[in-house]
């Protein structure tokens, strides 16, 4: 197994960037996932980084070594396709087994390996059956099989999961997850779904039109968004933003929002521009009736143990999630508190977050 470690990396297609200037590294034994919205450059980068794309610029490392210029089958990588091409002629056992075999690989080993390789994904019972009858997650698990039968130094795949129902997704999810904890292969899985990104990764790169936003663990991007984008990006619902005015000064501990005073994490720097957005989760947001901040309720959605709450107030609506027990009725008018240790505050022009005391400790893991 080894460390991937990509520095500088661009392609350009003509006069459009689709990766800009990549900068990460994925840890021997990490699984590292490539979020963000369609078209904004991760099968590109998961391209370059098996070979089947020549980088524009930057370079990439595997286990150390520069494979920038070398070809796919040159870097000892497995890549799982979303729509991965079964053989339907063959059963189980041919189709893992295949890449041995066209590598001349003796028999007797392939059959051990193909064994092996079957029990790890629970697929040993259908070793002897047509690839053409399996269900879907049956037929993901066998080209699955047919990536770690080769035990490459790591994995790429690209939303492998795609094409399956959710019943079945979220039980791949958990089976791709608990076979990562116990074959420990780096692996690179790009999806666009932030419920798989969460779930699985150990490290998530969120990418925006070709630039890595925020780089870090699933807990550092969902508590502390290093832009709006990415906080928009992750949770369902999103973070609310609630706009303020006039920068902030290096040492402030308080902000005014809709005329409520609002304590913040101390700022750790000055922010000259007008136009603020204060961030904060639906979940860090309750009900008190002493808070200036008010609003009238626009709706509920119940969801057994809580409720998303949608509150409108003089800056639109705000969602709050709250114990499912409180009874609300349209119209009802609602004060709020801001759960003041969890707040983001946010350049409304660039999208960045502002350093505050909160952000401080994990500026070096946000930017790779
Ligand atoms: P999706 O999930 O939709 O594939 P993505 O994030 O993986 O999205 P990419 O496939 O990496 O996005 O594409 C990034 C951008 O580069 C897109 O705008 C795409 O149209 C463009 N692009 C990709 N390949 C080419 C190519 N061969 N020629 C020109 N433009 C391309």
């Known amino acids: 197994m080894a460390e991937i470690r990509v520095q500088n990396l661009r392609k350009a297609f003509g006069e459009f960037v689709a990766v800009q200037d990549s900068n990460f590294v994925v840890e021997d034994g990490e ?38 210029m070398r070809r796919a089958r040159e870097r000892d990588i497995a890549f799982v396709f979303q729509l991965f091409a079964l053989y339907p002629h063959m059963n189980v056992r041919k189709n893992i087994g295949f890449p041995l075999l066209a590598q001349g690989m003796a028999s007797a080993e392939i059959r051990a390996r193909v064994d092996e390789t079957a029990k790890l994904l629970r697929i040993d019972h259908l070793l002897d059956k047509s690839v053409s009858g399996l269900a879907g997650g049956d037929r993901q698990r066998v080209a699955l099989g047919r990536a770690i039968v080769r035990r490459p130094k790591c994995f790429l795949m690209d939303e492998p999961l795609g094409t399956l129902d959710t019943e079945f997704r979220d039980l791949m999810v958990h089976e791709l997850r608990e076979l990562h904890n116990r074959i420990h292969a780096t692996t690179v899985y790009v999806t666009h779904d932030q419920m798989e990104a969460m779930s699985m990764a150990d490290k998530i790169a969120v990418m925006n039109h070709g630039v890595i936003e925020q780089f870090g663990s699933p807990r550092e991007i969902y508590d502390r968004p290093a832009t709006m984008f990415v906080a928009e990006f992750i949770g369902s619902p999103p973070m609310n933003f609630l706009k303020f005015g006039g920068g902030l000064a290096k040492g402030a501990k308080e902000i005014v929002v809709q005329g409520a005073r609002v304590t913040v ?103 790779g």
């Open 265 to 367: 994490p101390e700022v750790r720097e000055d922010v000259a521009p007008a136009d603020m957005a204060l961030g904060i989760r639906p979940e860090h947001i309750r009900f008190d009736d002493a808070s200036k901040l008010r609003g009238a309720i626009y709706g509920t959605e119940y969801l057994g143990t809580t409720q998303i709450v949608a509150v409108e107030t003089a800056d639109g609506i705000i969602k709050a999630r709250v114990a499912a027990g409180i009874h609300l009725s349209p119209g009802e008018q609602v004060g709020l508190a801001l759960s003041s240790a969890r707040l983001s505050l946010f350049e409304k022009g660039t999208g960045r977050a502002v350093k505050t005391a909160m952000y401080e400790q994990t500026a070096e893991a946000r930017h």
């Open 31 to 68: 699984f590292f996932v490539m979020l963000g919205p369609s078209g904004c450059g991760k099968t590109t980068t998961l391209r370059m980084i098996a070979g089947l794309e020549l980088p524009t610029g930057g370079k990439i490392l595997l286990g150390g070594e520069d494979v920038t």
